[in-house]
């Protein structure tokens, strides 16, 4: 049974593509569809948009950390319980990985999935010179997959007199491609950003109605029975035929065609990190550990005093620590809590801000230095400036708990703070190979470094971590601090 989507892509970054997305998924979520939603590339601020709009997580979507079949399974599996699913493409359509490729694009993503695309183009500045845009977009590869176009900026009054000579003169070119619809100008489509994208839309107090808004206009601006119809929707709107309900299976069990022993073990308990400041998780990574046994407990290094009781791992993940560094210092229980636990041999992941938080001193962007945790004897400091960004390849220069030398995993980094001391046990490499550097600390049960990691680049590395965790937790029980029973250990 197909699972019916369309991918928003635009010519370039700042088209609109986030907005524009959530105000299609709030408007189908309007007309009584169970909408998904998808986010191509390492992004983790787009999906928290795409939350707050329908309720559920978003998946990435990205071909640089997973293989084809994997990405396959699992767009599958997040889409099937779904009526439609909203695909939000990254950057320009055919930007890849490196400056030249069009590998890990959006454009590399709907083929894999064969998926329709729609085409956001921005009028803003341009009459007929749209035309060679939009074509030259359609027709870089044969196999565009783009179905449609929707036009951003522009007023209902000039938007019959586009859609017009735009349909003509791509049906002239040979290309009878629709216009679908158009964005006005309009405070609803306003989002406000910062240093590494997009505010999070926590910080936004009228991001549900923002969005209510924009779902209510962009059902009149665009004829969505028509877009419903490009994405192989089985249900029309007026109809309100449900989809089957088919049970989610786990993507490991098919790959492998075997069961997977970590999935026979009893639960282990890992502590995430989960607040204002430390929010950047991909679902895949946390699905995961869900399917392998784990029970994931959320905990707030901003507002709780110590760490859950009874975890057998923890994960500090990356997000904004850097503008709450004066509530982190205050936190001193959580503090000396988290590095008490490190030291005591918990296996320990942390991410960017989460590394930053492991560090003697944080420094915010007004120049105050503030005490974290003391786990590492290091500064992290404001560089004003992108440090690194995009695609990285670690590969281990030495056997460490969770990576063995010479294995590699694929991440991103995306950082304007540095460290005095990012770590040297692993080589970090661009996809092109022209560029490398040392990073990550790996300390026995510590894995800690600026690169947010992917797991489905190397699962020997998930489970490891899961590994180290279970004999931790069984520790705990031959040492007596846990009374019940375990038969497992």
Not at 342 to 366: T, V
Request: proline share 4%; with cysteine.
């Amino acid at each position: 049974m197909p699972n019916p989507s369309f991918m928003i892509a635009a010519v370039s970054s700042g088209s609109g593509k986030t907005v524009i997305s959530c105000g299609l998924m709030a408007a189908f979520g309007q007309r009584g569809l169970r909408v998904a939603a998808c986010k191509c590339g390492p992004d983790y601020i787009d999906p928290m948009f795409h939350r707050e709009v329908l309720g559920i997580e978003s998946e990435n979507l990205d071909l640089y950390f997973s293989k084809e079949k994997i990405l396959q399974d699992l767009f599958h599996r997040h889409a099937e319980r779904a009526d439609i699913t909203v695909i939000e493409g990254v950057m320009g359509y055919y930007d890849g990985i490196s400056l030249d490729s069009e590998k890990a694009s959006s454009y590399d993503v709907a083929r894999t999935l064969k998926t329709p695309v729609i085409l956001v183009v921005s009028c803003k500045g341009m009459a007929l010179s749209i035309l060679p845009v939009i074509r030259g977009i359609m027709e870089f590869r044969e196999d565009s997959h783009i179905c449609g176009i929707i036009l951003n900026r522009v007023s209902s009054v000039l938007y019959p007199r586009m859609k017009d000579m735009i349909e003509k003169g791509l049906k002239k070119m040979g290309s009878a491609v629709p216009v679908i619809g158009y964005v006005p100008e309009n405070p609803a489509f306003g989002l406000k950003s910062r240093h590494l994208g997009l505010v999070i839309p926590q910080e936004i107090s009228s991001i549900q109605e923002q969005m209510e808004q924009a779902g209510k206009i962009l059902s009149e601006t665009v004829e969505l029975d028509t877009l419903l119809s490009i994405a192989g929707c089985e249900r029309s709107i007026e109809t309100g035929n449900s989809r089957r309900h088919r049970p989610l299976q786990s993507l490991e069990k098919n790959e492998n065609n075997n069961k997977n022993s970590l999935l026979e073990e009893e639960n282990v308990r890992i502590g995430i990190a989960r607040d204002e400041a430390f929010c950047f998780y991909y679902k895949d990574n946390l699905e995961y550990l869900a399917r392998a046994g784990c029970e994931l407990i959320s905990f707030s290094p901003l507002h709780d005093a110590v760490l859950p009781e009874n975890i057998h791992g923890l994960i500090l993940g990356g997000g904004y620590p850097e503008l709450y560094t004066a509530e982190l210092e205050a936190n001193v229980s959580m503090l000396t809590s988290i590095k008490a636990a490190i030291n005591d041999g918990i296996p320990c992941l942390a991410e960017c801000g989460g590394f930053m938080y492991l560090h003697e001193e944080m420094e915010d962007a007004s120049g105050a230095v503030r005490k974290m945790a003391g786990v590492l004897p290091e500064k992290a400091f404001y560089a004003d400036r992108l440090v690194r960004f995009g695609y990285i390849e670690l590969e281990a220069r030495w056997d460490g708990t969770f990576l063995k030398k010479g294995e590699k995993l694929r991440g991103h980094e995306f950082h304007y703070w540095d460290s005095t001391d990012n770590g040297v046990d692993c080589i970090a490499v661009k996809p092109d190979r022209k560029r490398s550097w040392e990073c990550i600390h790996m300390k026995e049960n510590l894995f800690a470094g600026y690169p947010h990691i992917h797991f489905y680049s190397n699962v020997k590395f998930a489970e490891r971590f899961i590994t180290e965790c279970r004999k931790r937790r069984c520790r705990g029980f031959e040492h007596g601090k846990d009374k019940r029973a375990d038969s497992s250990c």
